[in-house]
C-alpha cells in the first residue's frame, strides 16, 4: 500500500460527521459519508496519464453518454458529451427495453478510464436542448459501478430528468 493510499484511508475513516443536507430531498447517490474533502483527496491523489475519467449518467430518452474529466481534475471541470461511436461503441449499447441488468444505461453512475480525445464539434442534444461536447472513445474500461454523488453529497438522481448540471453545461442562445 502507498502513502498516498494509506493518508486516504486514514481521511475516510477519521471523518466522524455527517455532511448537512440543505435541501428536502435526500440524496440518493450513494457514499452519503465521503465528505467533499474526501473526495478532493482521493481525486488529487489518483493516477493519472492520457487517459480520461468519466461517470455514465443515464436519463431516459436523452443520448449524451455522461461527464468526462481529466485526471486529477475535479468534477465540477468535468464535461457532459455525446459520444462519437466511430471506433468504439458505449459499453451499455444495448436495446432500451431489455432487463434492467441489461438495457441502455444499466451502467447509470459506473466509472471509467476512457481513452480517447474531444474532437472540438458541439452536438445539440434535442431532448435536452443542449449543446454538447462530442468525445471520440478509444477505449473504456470500468472502474467501479457504484461512484456515488458527483457534484455535491446532495446530489439527487432522476432517470426521468437533468439532476446533475455543473457549470461546464451551457444552454443554447436564442
Not at 64 to 74: C, H
Request: proline letters at 7%; one cysteine or more.
Amino acid at each position: 500500500m502507498t502513502l498516498k493510499s494509506t493518508a486516504l484511508i486514514a481521511a475516510v475513516f477519521s471523518a466522524t460527521s455527517c455532511v448537512p443536507m440543505s435541501s428536502s430531498r435526500t440524496p440518493n447517490m450513494g457514499q452519503s459519508e465521503v465528505t467533499p474533502e474526501m473526495r478532493a483527496l482521493e481525486i488529487a491523489t489518483e493516477e493519472s496519464g492520457n487517459f480520461y475519467y468519466g461517470r455514465r449518467y443515464f436519463v431516459e430518452k436523452t443520448r449524451f453518454w455522461g461527464y468526462v474529466r481529466k485526471p486529477r481534475q475535479p468534477w465540477s471541470k468535468a464535461q457532459l458529451v455525446v459520444m462519437n461511436e466511430d471506433s468504439v461503441r458505449q459499453p451499455d449499447r444495448l436495446p432500451e427495453d431489455g432487463p434492467s441488468n441489461a438495457r441502455h444505461g444499466y451502467d447509470q453512475n459506473s466509472n471509467y478510464r476512457i481513452t480517447g480525445h474531444f474532437t472540438g464539434r458541439k452536438i445539440y442534444e434535442p431532448a435536452s436542448n443542449l449543446f454538447l461536447p462530442e468525445f471520440k472513445a478509444t477505449g473504456y474500461r470500468r472502474i467501479d459501478t457504484n461512484g456515488g454523488w458527483l457534484f455535491t453529497p446532495q446530489d439527487y438522481y432522476n432517470k426521468t430528468k437533468i439532476t446533475l448540471v455543473n457549470e461546464t453545461v451551457s444552454q443554447p442562445t436564442r
